[in-house]
């Protein structure tokens, strides 16, 4: 199975600082990774799909890049309403689809 | 709109099974993948399976596969995942789910309770 790593697992940010956290995976996925928002309470939301991809609605201070292993979501200023946890996913191998740890943004 | 409602919270005892549905409505049931994720309490969310609810073919992951079934009445476009022999550890929120890799589409119930307690 891919295993999918997030850095770091927690950060705490200032209303408009630039806020960068990063997903690894095991193996080789290409561009088959997904980021989710999730606030408590809620189900996961998609934010970027196919790694760079904003999904519609979304806004567009948050971003995606990466292709291979090594993938980040950037959120270009920050505010108080992306309070959450964001998860990757990758989709490469299917299944099992796996999600990475999580990191929670405060 | 896409929406997929899930049944209502439920708590079950150790070794007991529970079934949890999830009802599509706002596209062609029959098209895509519906998925089954848990998240337990405090917990990254953990992929369990998937059932083509065209062809009704299901795959699992190797961790839930001898305890757990997935299935579909496309007449009722409902999803139905049961969990067997229950543990605490089985505790979580469980989530219905459909998208197409690498594409916009990808919708979420909104999660359905599991307590499992004595």
């Known amino acids: 199975d891919i295993q999918m790593t997030q850095s770091p697992s927690s950060l705490s940010a200032s209303v408009g600082d630039r806020v960068t956290m990063t997903c690894r995976a095991s193996q080789s996925i290409s561009t088959y990774l997904n980021w989710y928002q999730q606030r408590p309470g809620e189900a996961p939301k998609l934010l970027i799909y196919?790694?760079?991809h904003l999904q519609s609605g979304v806004p567009s201070r948050f971003s995606g890049t990466g292709s291979g292993t090594d993938f980040t979501l950037t959120i270009s200023s920050l505010q108080p309403e992306d309070s959450a946890t964001y998860y990757c996913q990758q989709s490469y191998t299917n299944p099992p689809l796996t999600f990475g740890g999580g990191t929670r943004v405060e | 709109q896409v929406q997929l409602v899930q049944s209502g919270a439920e708590v079950q005892k150790p070794g007991a099974s529970v079934k949890l549905s999830c009802k599509a409505s706002g596209y062609k049931f029959t098209s895509y993948h519906m998925h089954w994720v848990r998240q337990a309490p405090g917990q990254r969310l953990e992929w369990m399976g998937w059932?083509?609810?065209?062809?009704?073919?299901?795959r699992f992951s190797q961790k839930f596969q001898d305890r757990v079934t997935i299935t579909r009445d496309t007449s009722a476009s409902t999803t139905y995942m049961q969990l067997s022999s229950l543990r605490s550890e089985d505790t979580a929120v469980y989530y219905c789910?459909?998208?197409?890799?690498?594409?916009?589409?990808?919708?979420w119930g909104q999660g359905t309770l599991v307590t499992v307690s004595s």
């Open positions: 059932i083509h609810t065209g062809s009704g073919n299901t």
């Open positions: 196919a790694a760079v």
């Open positions: 789910y459909t998208a197409v890799a690498a594409t916009p589409f990808d919708h």
